[in-house]
């Protein structure tokens, strides 16, 4: 694995668990995505990482919600467009298959089980096994998803079993903080970094709520990429909510440009990630 010059910056504007109700704010509207992509493709963004809100604004694994936003977000930027598969905690594994169907750039892969807060999210070797390939053969390039350090053996698993991914690239994101899966804490993190397979070519790194600032700073020390968002934080800081998700984007690319590694160009996430390229063409922006 060498260490990129910059910083590929994922936003993950919504999630499954947060109601509308509570965080007003919360992008859950076709509309209300397109513009949060738009605000952080601006202020550094290379890939959105999508959950889709129904017209009640829960989250469903709808076909209909999924394709139009995929391709809404297509005609409104250059963003990789990756779809959650791990859903809420309550949709069943064969709908979270069906995500492939929308035609992502890339989707979410969860490289095990993990207890959830007081629920459990569910992933078994066939579930992750039959994603992998799926997602081989209609080429989407997988974003493994380490909610512990367990589930670094798991992706050597995948890696043995199926070889690499479409595009020859592996890239895995460490969702730190979850209750249940591993602390956000610097040593976790790096204890996950060291165990990583020789395949793996990128890695980042996401801290749930406390934990999203010393993980950010972490991982650009580390060498890894960013993830930022309302899925996993909503604080700004101390008694300030996050109104619009590209505070956090901005900060992060502040961040970044300060370590020297500034947030790439969607061009270069492309390229970093091994994702095919299904822009529609159209006249230069
Ligand atoms: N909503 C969580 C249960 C993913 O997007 O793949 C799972 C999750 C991971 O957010
Ligand atoms: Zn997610």
């Not at 793996?200 to 993980?215: F, K």
Request: proline share 6%.
């Amino acid at each position: 694995m060498t260490t990129s010059s910059g910083t590929l910056i994922t936003v993950a504007p919504t999630g499954a668990e947060l109601a509308k109700h509570d965080v007003p704010q919360l992008p859950t509207t076709l509309d209300e995505l397109v513009a949060t992509a738009v605000a952080c493709e601006a202020a550094g963004a290379s890939l959105i990482h999508l959950h889709i809100r129904d017209a009640e604004h829960r989250p469903t694994l709808d076909g209909g919600y999924l394709s139009a936003a995929v391709q809404a977000l297509r005609e409104a930027t250059d963003l990789v467009v990756q779809l959650s598969t791990g859903g809420s905690v309550h949709d069943p594994l064969a709908a979270r298959l069906t995500v492939l169907d929308a035609e992502p750039d890339s989707c979410s892969l969860t490289c095990g089980t993990t207890n959830f807060g007081d629920d459990v999210f569910l992933n078994p070797w066939g579930f992750m096994s039959d994603l992998y390939v799926q997602a081989q053969e209609r080429e989407v390039v997988p974003e493994f998803e380490l909610f512990d350090l367990g589930h670094v053996w798991s992706l050597r698993r995948l890696l043995d079993t199926h070889g690499l991914p479409y595009g020859g690239k592996v890239h895995v994101d460490f969702v730190t903080g979850v209750p249940g899966g591993m602390p956000g804490t610097p040593e976790a993190l790096y204890a996950g970094v060291q165990a990583l397979p020789a395949e793996v070519t990128s890695w980042s790194a996401t801290g749930i709520g406390r934990a999203h600032l010393p993980i950010l700073a972490a991982a650009l020390a580390g060498g890894g990429h960013l993830r930022v968002g309302m899925e996993d934080n909503i604080m700004f800081a101390r008694g300030q909510q996050v109104q619009h998700n590209s505070e956090l984007v901005s900060r992060a690319a502040e961040l970044a440009a300060t370590m020297q590694r500034p947030a790439m160009s969607t061009d270069a996430a492309r390229e970093l990630l091994g994702i095919r390229d299904r822009r529609p063409p159209r006249p230069a922006r």
